[in-house]
């Protein structure tokens, strides 16, 4: 099994640009997580999935959109990049709500 | 809002020397507590999980962290710190008014001298 993993690993943007982080996970979990770490800061939660076809507001939402058309993926969008969103973004999934998550590699992004 | 804090931003030991990384949280009802572990370049992985039953939680490598209800606290330890445990560490909660959200602390960075 692979776990989580992440796609891409880097990113370089200007701002204004988008794009599309994908996050596949193969433990058939139903609860996924788009989080951002940033030094002193910990992981915020941006936005999460209870199952397919759901999703949800996390901590830090603005400027992101998601979505979970399959089970397995879960796809984190910038429409218009900005500097702000430089970041190592970091991708979960759960069996439940309340258990253990499990982490991708991260993707690093900047944003010039 | 819940909130997680976690003692220090940084802290430094020689090999050998004991550990304990301390972590608090502000929300009253019923809890699910974990410490994650994330070395250098890699993602993060579970250290410890503590979801109710005994207080003092055994988790990987050696780690052990105790939650103590009228505290808040759920604070990592571990007797003698290897150079490989240099990571940054962080304590996660999960209550049971947070839904599907874990808050994370800010983490605890840990360099270990040989």
């Known amino acids: 099994n692979a776990g989580v993993t992440q796609t891409p690993k880097f990113r370089v943007l200007k701002t204004g640009q988008s794009m599309t982080l994908l996050c596949a996970q193969d433990m058939n979990h139903e609860y996924m997580y788009w989080y951002r770490q940033d030094p002193g800061m910990g992981l915020r939660l941006i936005h999460y999935s209870v199952g397919e076809g759901t999703t949800a507001k996390g901590e830090v939402p603005d400027g992101y959109n998601v979505s979970r058309l399959k089970k397995q993926n879960f796809l984190l969008g910038l429409e218009s990049a900005a500097p702000s969103q430089t970041s190592v973004y970091f991708c979960?999934?759960?069996?439940?709500?309340?258990?253990?998550?499990?982490f991708g590699p991260g993707t690093r992004l900047t944003v010039l | 809002a819940q909130s997680v804090s976690q003692h220090n931003h940084h802290v430094i030991l020689s090999e050998a020397a004991s550990l304990e990384l301390g972590c608090n949280y502000s929300?009253?009802?019923?809890?699910?507590l974990f410490w994650y572990v994330q070395y250098p370049g890699q993602h993060l992985q579970l250290l410890l999980k503590y979801f109710s039953g005994d207080p003092l939680v055994k988790g990987i490598k050696g780690f052990e962290a105790e939650f103590i209800k009228s505290k808040f606290s759920f604070n990592l330890r571990k007797p003698s710190v290897q150079w490989s445990d240099t990571a940054e560490y962080f304590c996660?909660?999960?209550?049971?008014?947070?839904?599907?959200?874990?808050?994370f602390g800010p983490g605890t960075r840990l360099s270990v001298l040989p």
């Open positions: 996660a909660v999960n209550g049971d008014n947070y839904g599907q959200n874990f808050v």
């Open positions: 979960a999934s759960s069996s439940r709500g309340d258990n253990e998550q499990f």
């Open positions: 929300y009253g009802g019923t809890v699910n």
